[in-house]
């Protein structure tokens, strides 16, 4: 019989309408799974059974009544601990907002609740968002449910991990260079970030703002779908919310991709790239093209420096943004002297090394003498990317590419080296610097049997044919295999 923690929404959501289960049974399946694995896994940061519970009650009595809000109505949800939950820890994975409750949802954990969805708890995060292993966590790294010596990738890492061990069955993310996508690559499921704006920024701690987004991890491209269809759309509190209706995610799942054009960017499919990465990927690509696609091959020259670019963007809204936690209004506080020795001591006390480095370098490019030959050019680079993007998408409908250059490496292996870490999001960061949509699809393991994804982009507002695309490429893939964390000799106790 299949625990009911292994489903997936659309499954759940059927069984429940049934009355072949409860959402309270199901929210109970994934709890058990969690109190397994987290020894190991260390996905959670906050688990909120008291109010998990609450939620799950409420939709079992709405089910009784006759009604229910939708697909998402009493399925455990896992939030990034970098979302806003009112009444609930919110500490970004910082000794700097260790106790900080927040007062207020954010808009999409609203979205969810309305949508009659469990918060489980909040997961684990490289510290601010900053990282992509989840090794930067103040709270200790999260490992990955494949193999709990290596990272499950960041800075969603956390999230990723709890919906491939089922300890959830989707979550939210914040990808502001590739950290939805790239840990649900080295995971095995599917994250999606979506376009610049889709999705209300209110109520997410900002690291970037120009470049963060919310988005789904889940375990088919269907759920993630159905995730983003609850909290997408306009919001008041966002003005950089798009105003417009959002589109219809679903009614492309089915189509296929006969008569459609797809670009592999070259320039993703070379150097660095891992060899049984880049079999994966063409082999992936293969079946498109059996599918009915044509495929050419694109060149998108301006990437070559995407990440130098967004290594000096990022860290510049970085220290703008984090110069608010201060010791003065929230958070922690170290006493001083004076104010400025307190928010001295308040700063290098309550930031990790990570945070500090990127606030250090943002502080840099921002100077007097130095703002126009570092984050001014950067910004040049950045709108070429753009044009090169929109070049391409006069041609074709939807580029591809590797999500992640390796699969999944050793927890501590590139701890030391962090332009070997930030090389881990060469192939993400474009569509961050871009605006565009993109998502991650899991097409295979490797010879360790680490999971490898699949990266399709699309064109501002084009979610509707990257998940059209995405769901021919997880039906061409079959993949159906399962973390050694949520295998049955795990699970038996």
Not at 68 to 94: F, M, Q, Y
Not at 261 to 287: F, H, K, N, Q, Y
Not at 319 to 347: H, I, K
Request: one cysteine or more.
């Amino acid at each position: 019989m299949t625990d009911l923690a292994d489903l997936t929404i659309s499954e759940a959501s059927r069984g429940l309408d049934d009355g072949r289960f409860s959402a309270r049974e199901l929210l109970e399946a994934v709890l058990r799974r969690a109190t397994v694995t987290e020894a190991q896994l260390h996905g959670y940061l906050t688990i909120d059974r008291e109010g998990a519970f609450a939620a799950a009650d409420a939709a079992d009595r709405r089910r009784a009544a006759g009604g229910r809000r939708g697909p998402l109505d009493g399925i455990p949800i896992a939030l990034k601990d970098n979302l806003c939950t009112r009444g609930v820890e919110t500490t970004c994975a910082s000794q700097i907002l260790a106790g900080y409750v927040p007062p207020y949802d954010a808009t999409v954990v609203a979205r969810l609740r309305e949508a009659g969805a469990v918060a489980v708890g909040k997961t684990n995060l490289d510290e601010f968002a900053m990282g992509s292993s989840t090794e930067n966590s103040a709270y200790g790294p999260t490992r990955n449910p494949w193999d709990p010596e290596r990272v499950p990738g960041g800075s969603s890492g956390g999230s990723a991990a709890v919906v491939a061990v089922g300890s959830a069955f989707a979550a939210l993310g914040s990808d502001t260079g590739g950290s939805i996508r790239q840990p649900a690559a080295l995971c095995g499921i599917v994250g999606m970030k979506p376009t610049y704006g889709l999705v209300s920024r209110y109520g997410l701690v900002a690291f970037a703002s120009s470049l963060d987004q919310i988005g789904p991890l889940a375990r088919t491209v269907e759920d993630a779908a159905t995730v983003l269809a609850a909290v997408a759309g306009w919001d008041p509190h966002d003005a950089t919310s798009h105003p417009e209706e959002p589109p219809a995610f679903h009614r492309s799942l089915e189509r296929g991709v006969e008569g459609l054009r797809i670009g592999v960017v070259a320039e993703l499919m070379g150097a660095g790239i891992d060899p049984e990465v880049l079999a994966e990927t063409r082999a992936a690509v293969d079946r498109l093209a059996a599918a009915g696609a044509e495929v050419v091959e694109v060149g998108l020259p301006s990437v070559d420096y995407a990440l130098s670019a967004y290594y000096l963007i990022a860290p510049a809204e970085c220290s703008s943004n984090l110069a608010r936690f201060d010791g003065v209004r929230y958070g922690l506080r170290v006493e001083g002297g004076t104010a400025e020795e307190m928010m001295a001591r308040t700063r290098a006390e309550g930031f990790g090394a990570e945070v500090i480095r990127r606030i250090l370098l943002g502080t840099y490019a921002l100077s007097a003498g130095y703002y126009e030959a570092f984050y001014g050019q950067a910004q040049k680079v950045r709108t070429l990317i753009r044009r090169d993007f929109a070049a391409a998408y006069e041609t074709v409908d939807v580029l591809v590419s590797p999500t992640s250059p390796t699969t999944a490496f050793r927890l501590g292996e590139r701890a030391s080296d962090p332009l070997a870490m930030y090389y881990s999001d060469v192939c993400t960061i474009p569509s961050n610097l871009a605006g565009d949509p993109a998502i991650s699809v899991p097409i295979g393991l490797d010879s360790r049997g680490l999971p490898i994804g699949l990266q399709i982009m699309a064109p501002a507002l084009g979610e509707e044919v990257l998940f059209q695309v995405a769901a021919e490429v997880e039906r061409g893939a079959g993949f159906a295999a399962r973390p050694r964390l949520a295998s049955s000799e795990v699970m038996e106790p």
